[in-house]
């Protein structure tokens, strides 16, 4: 299956330690995250070197060859926002993990759209639960 994962990268990489978790968590089920910079902790000193239109276009044709979407939206993200709204527009099924007391946009807490569901989770070990019963919802749609 492949993954695209989002999650905040100009808007704070306080996260990181957890996108990191999410990667290998999803390698270990056997998923290709084709978002795999987002758990880069040298992300900043790499997309220096990149242009906006370079950043765009890697991020929009990953999404476009990926099977689902898993989005960290505890920290509030323009781009990681863009990249749900977009990953909708496509049909992707989208997953939206938040620590439990943050602040999470109305935007997604309201949005009755079938292909999304926000999860709130307090440790690791509820986080691979709840990606793991996505996994298997999204497995079953492909059958």
Excluded at 16 to 38: E, M, N, R
Excluded at 60 to 79: F, H, N, Q, R, Y
Excluded at 126 to 134: A, G, K, R, V, Y
Aim: aromatic share 6%; glycine share 10%.
């Amino acid at each position: 299956m492949k993954v695209f994962l989002s999650g905040s990268i100009r808007g704070g990489r306080q996260m990181l330690p957890t996108y990191q978790h999410i990667c290998k968590f999803l390698k270990s089920t056997g998923a290709d995250v084709l978002s795999w910079h987002v758990a880069d902790p040298e992300l900043g000193v790499k997309e220096a070197k990149m242009s906006e239109q370079q950043i765009y276009d890697r991020d929009i044709g990953l999404l476009k060859m990926s099977d689902c979407l898993i989005a960290e939206v505890t920290i509030p993200s323009i781009g990681v926002g863009y990249e749900i709204c977009r990953g909708l527009e496509i049909g992707l099924p989208v997953l939206c993990v938040h620590k439990q007391g943050a602040s999470v946009s109305a935007m997604l807490l309201g949005n009755s759209d079938e292909n999304i569901s926000v999860q709130k989770y307090t440790d690791y070990e509820q986080l691979e639960d709840i990606i793991s019963d996505f996994l298997v919802s999204v497995g079953k749609r492909q059958q």
